[in-house]
């Protein structure tokens, strides 16, 4: 892990960094969220929420709209079936990702805060796998198509936090396999 940068905790380089993570990460959510509009198909929350970070990563302020968008996109997960969840909470990480605390960068915390980052691709690869009956070839697709299209943004601040712990679960593998292919020196978008 690289040492603290002072750079971040909500400087202007670090806002610059989140909008290119945004846009990606919209990219990212919005691969899932068909499944979540073909069984729900009145609610809007997790695209909202989505289209919120992506009008982030364009360069609109962050505001107490993207945090709402955010927040109703996981309520819309909250009562849905598991691949519908996983595409909601994608959208919801989508949104969040101009929130992710960079400053935090040690520890559980840590940990946490690059899951703002990680998340909408690893959500999406889940929602997918789990609509097709949990076909892991499809989240490995979705999780190979997230490092190939990742900003050098997303590498940079993930050097400044803690390594994702590879545990049993399918959520862990998949969060501790994107984070350390995303964590060469050669990343493909760079």
Request: hydrophobic letters at 40%; charged letters at 25%.
């Amino acid at each position: 892990m690289a040492p603290p940068s002072p750079e971040l905790g909500n400087s202007t380089q670090e806002q610059e960094s989140l909008r290119a993570v945004a846009l990606w990460a919209a990219d990212c959510a919005e691969q899932a969220l068909a499944i979540f509009e073909s069984r729900h198909p009145t609610d809007t929350r997790p695209r909202e929420a989505i289209e919120a970070g992506r009008e982030f990563g364009r360069g609109k302020k962050r505001d107490k709209t993207l945090r709402v968008l955010s927040l109703a996109a996981l309520k819309a997960g909250k009562d849905a079936d598991t691949p519908s969840k996983y595409a909601a909470q994608a959208a919801t990480l989508a949104a969040s990702v101009a929130y992710t605390h960079t400053d935090l960068q040690t520890g559980l915390q840590g940990v946490r805060q690059a899951r703002h980052l990680l998340g909408p691709a690893v959500y999406a690869a889940l929602a997918l796998e789990t609509a097709t009956k949990d076909d892991s070839h499809i989240a490995a697709d979705v999780i190979q198509r997230a490092i190939e299209t990742a900003p050098p943004e997303v590498s940079q601040l993930l050097k400044h936090m803690p390594p994702q712990p590879r545990e049993k679960s399918r959520l862990s593998i998949l969060f501790a396999d994107l984070d350390s292919a995303l964590r060469t020196d050669e990343s493909p978008s760079e």
